[in-house]
């Protein structure tokens, strides 16, 4: 069996607002081929570690580590658009779509980079194939999508990217039920493309159903770690994330 490939590593990474410090030594790991998930409530620092992680915030201390092609990226010291480059695609809470342009203009937006512009046609067909309904509405404005048409919309703007590694952060957040386990489908679906995901997420029972394995962030801190399977059996992460 071949041993596992490690292509991100936060070691130790600590962030403030001002004086508010808002990570704490927070370390993880994702290997190749993962779905590795963070799970806790609204306010943890959830989105500041996402935000740390694809370079729009500078970690006080602590290092993270992008590896692709066999190169080690230091993120904490590199532009966000270089991470963007280097294929670490960021999907950020609340879709961020441009809701005055069409659909096929913000998934065109996606495909900016060399490689992805070389290979656009063959993406969009992909894209496609996973959201059917975007083919649908390709010359529609993006504002004018439902809530979870324009989640789709923004993970399929983030695939036409080509990524290496896709973080989401709260795909699930502000949509109904029915629709969210369409978003969790699909996002099983990119896994098995041979995508590695880094998933956040409030909503722990979805999140940890599609993961291999997962981390618990309570203000600011990993407080747990272990195999999806091991997390939904605490006995903790039943009781004040699962609701059993």
């Known amino acids: 069996m071949s041993a596992k490939r490690e292509i991100l590593n936060v070691d130790r990474v600590n962030f403030s607002y001002g004086k508010m410090q808002v990570l704490h030594d927070v370390s993880l ?5 993962e779905v590795v998930t963070v799970i806790g409530s609204n306010g943890v ?17 602590g290092e993270i580590t992008f590896i692709t092609d066999g190169t080690k990226i230091e993120v904490n010291r590199i532009a966000p658009e270089k991470v963007v480059a280097h294929g670490l695609i960021c999907i950020p809470e609340r879709r961020r779509i441009f809701p005055y342009m069409t659909v096929m203009e913000n998934l065109e937006l996606g495909a900016y980079l060399p490689e992805s512009r070389r290979k656009k046609k063959e993406t969009l067909d992909w894209v496609f194939t996973l959201f059917p309904i975007l083919k649908e509405r390709k010359k529609q404005l993006a504002g004018t999508l439902s809530g979870g048409e324009q989640q789709m919309l923004a993970i399929a ?15 699930s957040l502000g949509l109904a039920p029915k629709i969210v386990q369409t978003i969790f489908d699909i996002i099983k679906t990119i896994r098995k493309a041979g995508t590695t995901i880094l998933l956040v997420e409030q909503n722990a029972r979805e999140a940890l159903e599609i993961a291999d394995r997962g981390y618990v962030l309570e203000t600011g801190r990993i407080v747990l770690e272990g195999s999806a399977k091991e997390l939904a059996s605490n006995e903790d ?6 609701g059993i």
């Open 237 to 242: 992460v039943r009781k004040i994330y699962l």
């Open 157 to 171: 703007r983030g695939l036409m990217a080509r990524p290496k590694m896709l973080l989401l952060d709260e795909p």
């Open 45 to 61: 620092g959830k989105t500041t570690l996402v935000n740390c992680m694809c370079g729009i915030l500078r970690p006080n201390s």
């Open 29 to 33: 790991k994702v290997y190749k081929g």
